[in-house]
């Protein structure tokens, strides 16, 4: 079956580290989306993308940066961790197909000491 | 004002009641519109989309969109407590523009 999956679930890392989290999906969608979700904030988007190499900046995306490089894949870098940046994250995809429905990964739960 | 407003609960339903959830949004171009539910620990899933004005029903839910006063609804009925979760109210916001706006969701809670 088609499926969004994200790695690691879980990640502790220190401030300055640089890390990437992972998004891959096999529906062949288009379209893929990072957010972060915090508590009375709700989902906030923080990149996409809308194909192969096409990346756009969402309402939260400094300190953050992604590539896509082939449709499956839409990796989340920080490139100096902060504390602020720590949160769960969710990747996203759609088809380019007008009906904008998003479908959701598991999660990446992110802590930063 | 805040793009998309949802009152954030808890809303408290017995088991068996019809739940109802609001969402307001600001844009008047907005074309889509979604309910996701998501499960303390879970990952939004969706449950209902509606592009146009009226109810659109599902088994147990109905999503009501009213474009001229912006805001779309969801109704459960025969609330179960598998329905406790908080639901997330998305809003595309103009045809070609992929992305979603989310609220900050409603905490529901069905109490047996």
């Known amino acids: 079956d088609a499926e969004i999956t994200q790695s690691p679930r879980h990640k502790i890392t220190e401030t300055g580290r640089q890390v990437t989290l992972a998004c891959h999906q096999t529906w062949n969608h288009n379209n893929m989306f990072w957010y972060r979700q915090d508590l009375g904030h709700g989902l906030r988007l923080i990149h996409y993308s809308y194909g192969v190499q096409d990346t756009n900046k969402g309402e939260v995306s400094d300190g953050y940066s992604v590539s896509r490089s082939n449709t499956e894949d839409l990796p989340l870098t920080l490139e100096s961790a902060a504390s602020s940046q720590t949160s769960v994250y969710f990747c996203a995809s759609s088809e380019t197909s007008g009906s904008n429905e998003q479908f959701f990964g598991p999660g990446t739960r992110l802590t930063v000491l | 004002q805040k793009e998309v407003e949802q009152n954030s609960g808890p809303l408290s339903v017995p088991e068996g009641a019809i739940a109802s959830l609001n969402c307001t949004y600001s844009d008047r171009v907005s074309q889509s519109f979604f309910w996701y539910r998501q499960y303390s620990g879970k990952s939004p899933e969706l449950i209902m989309s509606i592009y146009s004005n009226g109810d659109k029903e599902d088994g147990r839910f109905t999503a009501q969109l009213n474009k001229a006063s912006q805001y779309v609804s969801l109704l459960i009925r025969d609330s179960q407590p598998s329905d406790s979760a908080t639901y997330l109210c998305?809003?595309?916001?103009?045809?070609?523009?992929?992305?979603?706006?989310f609220g900050t969701g409603t905490r529901l809670t069905i109490i047996p």
């Open positions: 998305a809003v595309n916001p103009y045809f070609g523009n992929e992305k979603l706006t």
